[in-house]
């Protein structure tokens, strides 16, 4: 599993090596002028303000006050480079992984949709990426500087005095066993508390998706109660931490204050011989102070690479599933259509053995207008689902124009097929987009499509007209509304094949009937599929397919099936009853 993380890393900081290594090298630079100053103040003290002089040969005090506003611009001027560049790399990693899993959700097919919760896959591609760009622009270059800072002080403090380098050092054990044991226990705390944070934010985002189901089954008061057990379970993960957290510094001042304390004593006292001059004892002093600083920006940056370690694994436990991704692009081209569709021994099931449909056959001509009749599960949906290939059959085949929808290109199927859902989505943008979808589409074909789909007095009416923005899932418009602008949107696009999902149940009987209008005149020379709840819109159309159970147990025209007082029938009458 570490090996795996790593090389996760790895490839998510391959493109930036380059950077990596330059501010890497730009950030020991600044921190071996940062560690030169303590140094021209102990050169200062020691030849210059001990011996009462300004002057020593070709160096004065002015000399050094100068090298010493050089070094501070140099150090501001480097550090300024590398924090703009780590914050670029971070902003650049964060949009290259946030279009990475954004377009892996687009690629990935239905059935990935129906295991994975939007609310979940909202927080892989918001919080988790940020978790990650943290990473690399807190610590991944940071890291490298401080182990050298680490590595620098040490050797410079064992330079000037061995012996009480090695007397101040006899703290460090207790700090990096302080350390590791701290950061072990936070690091389980991190592991705990992001699980529930997941938690969280996937109910967080159900929940405003959801807010108008809340409302209706009045259960506010009830997702409150969850939304606080699922809060307290995250604030009782992180009370500990704060604890370790808070007092993980105290002891690291403690440390350091333990150091200086050594080292003030150890040269008055002079201990094991110890002597060295004041400029010196300065130096100790400083760098003691120095080497905490990492230590603790080392620790401070634990829960960022701990956070980012679980968001990588999280982002790219979904990413390495290749399974789930759709190749649009894999198979034959698909230019022309005559729309002829036929099912062959076709069955189906969502899962395993547990059959949805079961040996369907039936054959549409094309622009023949069809309707898929059945109690509700009976598995009429799954048929339409099965012609755009949202799922491919485990037996039998689907032709179109004689030849299996598996050996097209699922781009080019889709562009021949449209579909009109009984609610659809209604993006927050203008009708006018949300007509066009990104294609280019004229003006004139847009209008023309708004005129076919009856829309024309209901876009008037709106103060911006076509431009008229909707609010998030077209909730400023009417059920009806919503299903206009879907047929001005399939209208737009001309499809050859138009399948209906109860496509008008929200709209009046008078602009259904103008739609059907329109609908009829396409049909003509495109095929159509009707999926109807209520009857009476579909005893017109060319053929009924009756579903029961996920078999077809009657085909014919609507005048045919009444004849033979079957299943059909007694819907049919049925249906008229509860009318009266």
């Not at 003290?45 to 501070?72: A, H, R």
């Not at 182990?147 to 009480?164: G, N, T, V």
């Not at 124009?401 to 199927?413: H, P, Q, W």
């Not at 049909?523 to 017109?540: D, G, Q, W, Y």
Request: with cysteine; charged share 25%; hydrophobic share 45%.
């Amino acid at each position: 599993m570490r090996n795996k993380t790593l090389k996760r890393c790895y490839n998510i900081a391959k493109p930036h090596i380059k950077t990596i290594i330059i501010v890497s090298i730009f950030s020991v630079i600044i921190e071996l002028l940062i560690l030169s100053k303590p140094y021209l103040v102990k050169i200062v003290i020691d030849d210059f303000l001990s011996l009462g002089i300004s002057e020593k040969g070709f160096i004065s005090l002015n000399i050094i006050g100068i090298i010493y506003i050089c070094i501070v611009i140099l150090e501001n001027s480097l550090d300024f480079f590398t924090r703009t560049q780590t914050n670029i790399m971070g902003e650049e990693i964060l949009y290259t992984i946030r279009n990475k899993i954004y377009k892996y959700t687009q690629d990935a097919n239905i059935t990935f949709h129906d295991k994975t919760p939007a609310g979940k896959l909202f927080v892989r591609i918001t919080n988790d990426v940020e978790d990650i760009s943290a990473l690399f622009k807190d610590v991944i270059t940071t890291l490298f500087k401080d182990i050298i800072s680490i590595i620098a002080i040490i050797s410079i403090m064992i330079y000037f005095s061995f012996k009480l380098s090695m007397l101040t050092f006899i703290i460090l054990p207790f700090v990096v066993i302080t350390s590791l044991s701290i950061t072990k226990i936070l690091n389980k705390i991190y592991d705990a508390s992001k699980v529930v944070r997941t938690n969280i934010n996937t109910f967080l985002a159900e929940s405003i998706y959801g807010a108008k189901l809340i409302k209706i089954f009045n259960i506010q008061k009830e997702k409150q109660i969850e939304c606080e057990k699922l809060t307290q379970e995250f604030v009782d993960t992180r009370i500990p931490s704060a604890t370790y957290e808070g007092l993980f510094p105290g002891l690291m001042t403690l440390f350091e204050n333990l150091a200086i304390t050594i080292i003030v004593t150890a040269t008055i006292n002079n201990w094991f011989g110890i002597s060295i001059e004041i400029g010196s004892i300065y130096i100790f002093v400083s760098y003691i102070k120095s080497l905490f600083e990492p230590i603790n920006r080392i620790i401070d940056n634990i829960e960022i690479v701990q956070e980012a370690v679980v968001s990588i694994n999280k982002i790219y436990d979904i990413l390495d599933h290749k399974e789930y991704l759709e190749d649009f692009e894999k198979g034959k081209e698909l230019n022309h259509v005559n729309g002829k569709i036929e099912f062959k021994n076709v069955w189906f099931a969502y899962e395993k053995d547990n059959w949805i449909l079961k040996n369907i056959n039936f054959v549409i001509n094309p622009g023949e207008t069809i309707a898929l009749v059945g109690k509700t599960g009976s598995g009429k949906t799954t048929i339409t689902n099965l012609i755009n290939r949202f799922y491919d059959v485990q037996k039998g085949e689907i032709l179109l124009d004689g030849i299996n929808i598996s050996e097209f290109k699922k781009r080019d199927l889709r562009r021949h097929i449209g579909t009109v859902l009984q609610d659809p989505f209604i993006f927050a943008r203008s009708i006018k987009d949300n007509i066009k979808l990104n294609k280019k589409i004229s003006d004139e074909e847009i209008n023309n499509a708004i005129k076919m789909s009856s829309a024309t007095d209901f876009v008037n009416s709106l103060p911006n007209k076509i431009n008229e923005i909707a609010k998030e899932r077209g909730e400023s418009f009417s059920a009806g509304q919503k299903q206009l602008i879907a047929f001005a949107r399939i209208f737009a696009h001309n499809p050859d094949i138009f399948i209906l999902d109860e496509a008008t149940a929200n709209i009046d009987t008078y602009t259904e009937n103008l739609i059907q209008k329109s609908i009829d005149k396409l049909s003509k020379e495109k095929t159509a599929i009707f999926i109807a709840h209520r009857l009476s819109t579909i005893v017109n159309v060319d053929k009924i397919i009756v579903l029961d159970k996920g078999e077809i147990i009657e085909q014919g025209n609507h005048n045919e099936l009444l004849q033979t007082n079957g299943y059909y029938a007694k819907l049919y009458n049925s249906y008229y009853e509860s009318l009266g």
